[in-house]
């Protein structure tokens, strides 16, 4: 395994095998995956130097663990003992930005809110918002299928991606794709790539389309609910109108309590839920008006609507504050069930009955337009470092009550390894065994993130 | 090869071997495809009788070739030689329709409108509506992924499928997806699946979105131009607004002097090109507007605006005109090539060029929001029933001038057998490369719809 036959292939990409170094490159924020040890670190800045590395690990049999700006909270870019961590963080130009198209082509480590803003200089905008949006790279929200605050009306990121260019572990380049909104030519690899969490091949550029940018500051409005169950009526309501809101939250009692106590928001006794909606497009006054009547429907002790941008980003920070919370209380792990809009309520409670009855700490947030439900289980690591098993047992009848409510695992952050042990539940025998021809059918050596996804 | 043993193991669905029968089970709408004589034609009524014939047909290594309504355009329904042939369209159950979750579970062989009106009626709506809506079954329309008028707002077929129960080769059932709006547990075999044109499985139901259907009739914008620069120019600034039309189609001179000469419309000399646009949804009357503005300053003839429904349907009578308008005139092939919107003009003025120079009469209509254009190839054939070889060689130009400008060779009708031989030029050699390694993985015999797509 010679490293220097490596290095000797590439181009300006750096090779990192400092001990130091390469630790920041193990990990992601999956704080409960506990990496390996890596042989080298390639920080690529060219398509060319991932094909040389690739033929590299190929001719070698080294594994290959790809990465962006690892803010993943599945465990996708937990790096394994002997592998390559292949970084595309570095390559971060935004090729095109072609506006009477509405479409970019980036390299993978472009930063989702640099892309965003460069399209916002268009009057166009890049749609999916993952919450690590600032620091996330287009190539992870990619591998992840990442979603985000206003995928609930504009879809999820592979509703934004067209075309890929995409290093396979033999080192050939494949090209997927089109600039074209519609294309029905062959199989549809863009979107089989899309969320394959780095077991496919490695994304090193993405032909992604933009959107028009609603033309104004969209209407903001909060409503809180002394019932869970009345919070998640109001969701329904929303829903089966029809109106189209850009963003609908849910932050439950256990979540305000926290941020409330650390930021005085002036929560009220009795606040049991809160929801947060926004409507943008030239309709955002009338979908306003109309959330704020069926939030008072639904019976909200408080309702109010702000068109101020100062006011409506300091509503939505109260959203953002949800996770620091937690994380101040204790050890996080983010948990992301999805299920059916209309059993919202339903998971919702089931939540917080598994947390009263195994006595575990859990602070839920939810995409409650998409039925997309974030529970975070807080707690103190054992004496030894380990994670109390009340936790994971806690997680799995969080996961398996998701599935009987004809829901999903991993509504927007993925398998990775957390959760692969669940994977059979969810997609059946028939569907692990295809998982695993399709990865061979890619991948025969099984050098691809060897461990992900499934 | 016993038949018997197949008749044996089914339920209450037929089997067919009458020749004469049969005949009707070997083709469908790509007139230029040859069928072969298939052995049998499995009319299936349950999930459980194509398990049946699956395993039936991989004990004795015979092809299978599934179909829906037979309206496919590419020849992705056409028998060979010694195949069984299944039909799913006699599964005609709507298994549940669920407003609440805004979705639906149908069986493969539902008419689309049928499932439409059934939505109608919750105040829902399927968005994708091919041409052929009255006729085309939801399985047919997963097959190929088939798009329409309105899928310049809703989406394609893709983007209205959650989830599949599927038939793979060997007989196994395959779930993928989920009831959910989001969700990411391993990969997206829902989206491959779907426009995989049976070469991978046969789709027995599917779980598809449906969405409010909007509050009342469109508005409807017709405008005719003296040249089709200006009526792409006026597709491209409204598109560029952001206004998010619900249908924007584009029919071009030879099309409306085909309509005129059977249906009398009123065509005034100099019309180049017409637009007819509608917009729904509670800021209709504004877009149509906007959308009235745009084609003026595009430098439109004439345009109108109608709020009326009778004469809204009136003008959209004039586009489904264009097919049988054409086929008045001759056999015909109607193409399908995607460009990215803003070379929208480029292709259509390159079709005119196309057929000028070898004296290949045709027919363009598009869906111009989408940049999907459909030149339909208008000619008679030869005395020994071939087709003239200037048609192939103006349909291959025209195929190389829309890869050439980004694009693609089908935007919404599929490979099938006519496009083929294209394939390499479109997905390139690790392309095709990998088309074949994922068939070999959910069809290692080769025995789902052998010589379609790729």
Chains 1, 2 share one sequence.
Not at 26 to 45: C, F, K, M, N, S
Not at 156 to 184: C, F, M, N, P, Q
Not at 215 to 224: D, H, K
Request: glycine share 10%; net charge negative; hydrophobic share 45%.
């Amino acid at each position: 395994m010679s490293l220097t036959a490596l290095a000797d292939a590439l181009g300006s990409s750096r090779l990192v095998t400092d001990p130091d170094v390469m630790d920041a490159y193990t990990r992601d924020e999956a704080h409960l995956a506990t990496p390996g040890r890596p042989l080298a670190v390639l920080i690529a800045d060219s398509a060319e130097d991932v094909v040389a590395a690739m033929k590299w690990a190929t001719a070698h049999r080294v594994p290959v663990v790809p990465r962006g700006a690892g803010s993943g909270l599945a465990g996708g870019a937990t790096a394994i003992d002997g592998c390559l961590v292949v970084s595309t963080a570095a390559m971060r130009t935004i090729v095109e930005l072609n506006a009477a198209d509405q479409l970019a082509v980036v390299q993978a480590g472009v930063v989702n809110a640099d892309l965003d803003g460069a399209a916002a200089e268009h009057g166009l905008m890049y749609a999916p918002d993952p919450s690590s949006y600032q620091i996330s790279t287009i190539g992870g929200n990619i591998a992840t299928n990442a979603g985000g605050l206003r995928c609930v009306k504009y879809g999820v990121t592979r509703d934004s991606v067209l075309g890929l260019e995409v290093v396979l572990a033999d080192g050939r380049i494949l090209r997927t794709g089109h600039r074209t909104v519609k294309g029905v030519a062959g199989y549809d690899l863009t979107g089989l790539l899309v969320g394959s969490e780095g077991t496919l091949g490695i994304v090193t550029s993405a032909t992604v389309r933009l959107r028009p940018r609603p033309p104004r500051e969209p209407a903001t409005i909060v409503g809180s609910f002394g019932s869970l169950r009345a919070a998640a009526d109001a969701v329904a309501a929303v829903v089966r109108a029809g109106i189209g809101p850009s963003l609908l939250e849910l932050i439950d009692r256990a979540t305000l309590a926290a941020i409330d106590e650390w930021k005085r928001i002036g929560l009220e006794p009795g606040t049991e839920a809160m929801l947060i909606a926004q409507a943008d497009g030239p309709d955002a006054d009338e979908a306003a008006t109309a959330i704020e009547r069926h939030f008072t429907e639904a019976g909200a002790d408080f309702v109010a609507v702000s068109r101020d941008p100062a006011e409506s980003a300091q509503l939505l920070e109260i959203r953002r504050l949800a996770y620091p919370a937690a994380e101040r209380l204790g050890q996080c792990l983010v948990e992301d069930v999805g299920v059916p809009r209309s059993r919202l309520p339903e998971m919702v409670e089931s939540i917080e009955e598994i947390s009263r009855r195994h006595a575990v700490t859990v602070m839920t947030v939810a995409h409650a337009g998409d039925g997309n439900v974030h529970p975070t289980f807080v707690f103190d690591r054992l004496a030894d470092g380990s994670v109390p098993d009340a936790v994971w047992t806690a997680a799995d009848e969080v996961f398996r009550r998701a599935l009987d409510l004809g829901g999903t695992l991993t509504g927007e952050h993925g398998v990775g390894v957390l959760k692969r042990r669940w994977m059979a539940l969810e997609v059946g025998e028939a569907g692990l065994d295809i998982h695993h021809a399709v990865k061979a059918a890619f991948d025969p050596l099984g050098l691809m993130n060897p461990g992900k996804g499934f």
